[in-house]
């Protein structure tokens, strides 16, 4: 059993251009959440989102940041415009209904230049 | 709403040496404790959590932890620590009403520890 896949690993992204970050939850694992890890900081919760859903989105930036989880494939944590301010690194992390630990993939760390 | 403090951004130890790392938290409701490990470029690996029961916490790695309710602390240990444990250790807490989805993170303990 696979554990939660994001890709890619590095993105490299100049100012203004778009960036998607992609994650495959674990099998069996239908809810997703998405974290932000700034340099020298915690992981800053941005959304919950269940298949077709978004549980949760309290985190979320109101401007440019956007995410799905579509019925087939993977979760798409979507930044329009992208700023320097934007460089961090993102973390998935998925569950099974109803339990309490997440599992988290190894991240994609995006780079604005 | 909750928050959760790590007492220590860097904590150096010698190689055998026990170690200690502190966490405190606040929350007006009862909460999941958990506390998360990050080697370099890697995701987050959880090493233990609390849901309830005894107070004393086993993990994986020789890590156990304490949940100490009136002083509102989640201290992780280790006896005696390798070199293979460097790494940064973040502690964790979720309400028992959402769940883990909005787990909140504290800023994170870096662990380095020399030979």
């Known amino acids: 059993n696979a554990g939660v896949m994001q890709n890619p690993r590095h993105l490299v992204r100049r100012r203004g251009q778009e960036a998607r970050l992609r994650c495959s939850p674990m099998?069996?694992?239908?809810?997703v959440y998405w974290y932000r890890q700034l340099p020298e900081e915690g992981l800053k919760f941005m959304v919950y989102?269940?298949?077709?859903?978004?549980?949760?989105e309290s985190g979320m930036p109101k401007e440019r940041f956007s995410a799905e989880f579509p019925k087939e494939g993977p979760s798409i944590l979507r930044i329009q415009q992208v700023v320097r301010g934007d460089s961090a690194a993102y973390f998935c992390?998925?569950?099974?209904?109803?339990?309490?630990?997440?599992?988290f993939g190894q991240g994609t760390r995006l780079t604005v230049v | 709403a909750q928050s959760v403090t790590q007492l220590d951004s860097q904590v150096p130890v010698f190689e055998e040496a026990p170690v200690e790392l502190r966490c405190n938290y606040s929350?007006?409701?009862?909460?999941?404790l958990f506390w998360y490990v990050q080697y370099p470029n890697q995701g987050l690996q959880l090493l233990l959590k609390?849901?309830?029961?005894?107070?004393l916490v086993k993990g994986i790695n020789g890590f156990e932890a304490e949940f100490n309710k009136s002083q509102t602390s989640f201290h992780l240990r280790k006896p005696s620590v390798h070199i293979s444990d460097t790494a940064e250790y973040f502690c964790?807490?979720?309400?028992?009403?959402?769940?883990?989805?909005?787990?909140?993170f504290g800023a994170g303990t870096r662990l380095f520890v020399k030979a």
């Open positions: 964790a807490v979720s309400d028992r009403q959402t769940g883990g989805f909005k787990t909140i």
């Open positions: 099998k069996g694992h239908s809810h």
């Open positions: 992390a998925s569950s099974p209904q109803g339990l309490v630990e997440a599992f």
């Open positions: 929350s007006s409701v009862s909460v999941y």
């Open positions: 609390y849901l309830s029961g005894s107070t």
């Open positions: 989102l269940q298949k077709e859903n978004i549980i949760d």
